[in-house]
Antibody, heavy 118, light 108 residues
Framework: EAHLEESGGGLVQPGGSLRLSCAGSDFTFSSYSLAWVRQAPGKGLEWLSYISSSSATIYYADSVKGRFTISRDNTEESLFLDMSSLRVDDTAVYYC???????????WGQGTTVTVSS | DIQMTQSPSTLSASVGDRVTITCRASQSISDWLAWYQQKPGKAPKLLMYKASTLESGVPSRFSGSGSGTEFTLTISRLQPDDFATYYCQQYNSFSTWTFGQGTKVEVK
């Protein structure tokens, strides 16, 4: 069964930076598009960024464009989210997801928590 | 951007009830709609894609319908394991993905 596992969350001050990682296993990582989705405390789901299997196509939500950078390393079967200029309202659980064209977001990691606070 | 609106926001129901959740898109998304179930402290789980196709392993009491701008998720006979929050999501616009605000199904 396909598996994704995030890491790298933690407490960071406003204006700071953080890198999230996501390790994939039990599926052909390099064949799938991936994405990041977050959920602020007590709130709904928010799509943040998408990256195609070869990294040729990348999209960002307006809320993070210019501050967050998505990337992947298919040889290491890892997905990354580099976050900078962090704000208090970036506080959330961040999920790594496998983003299939036809079926939607079919595999989710367990999430990693980012807290932006002074 | 396409906006997704779910109703109701909260639904109180009992085991055995038939439950229906509605999701409306601000413009036509054909049938590029997915439904997710999320339990407290857990990651969302894909239930349905292409509006009406059940993900593997999801019980047949779940069904989906609709196309264009109006969609429904129905649970035919609510089970104890079904109390959760449900989200719709459009993936017609292949550069942005939008979720509804969620519908919490709670014990009546």
């Amino acid at each position: 069964e396909a598996h994704l596992e995030e890491s790298g969350g933690g407490l960071v001050q406003p204006g700071g930076s953080l890198r999230l990682s996501c390790a994939g296993s039990d599926f052909t990582f390099s064949s799938y598009s991936l994405a990041w989705v977050r959920q602020a405390p007590g709130k709904g789901l928010e799509w943040l960024s998408y990256i195609s299997s070869s990294s040729a196509t990348i999209y960002y939500a307006d809320s993070v464009k210019g501050r967050f950078t998505i990337s992947r390393d298919n040889t290491e079967e890892s997905l990354f989210l580099d976050m900078s200029s962090l704000r208090v309202d970036d506080t959330a659980v961040y999920y790594c997801v496998r983003n299939e064209y036809y079926t939607g977001m079919d595999v989710w990691g367990q999430g990693t928590t980012v807290t932006v606070s002074s | 951007d396409i906006q997704m609106t779910q109703s109701p926001s909260t639904l109180s129901a009992s085991v055995g009830d038939r439950v229906t959740i509605t999701c409306r898109a601000s413009q036509s998304i054909s049938d590029w709609l997915a439904w997710y179930q999320q339990k407290p402290g857990k990651a969302p789980k894909l239930l349905m894609y292409k509006a009406s196709t059940l993900e593997s392993g999801v019980p047949s009491r779940f069904s989906g319908s609709g196309s264009g701008t109006e969609f429904t998720l129905t649970i035919s006979r609510l089970q104890p394991d079904d109390f959760a929050t449900y989200y719709c999501q459009q993936y017609n616009s292949f550069s942005t993905w939008t979720f509804g605000q969620g519908t919490k199904v709670e014990v009546k």
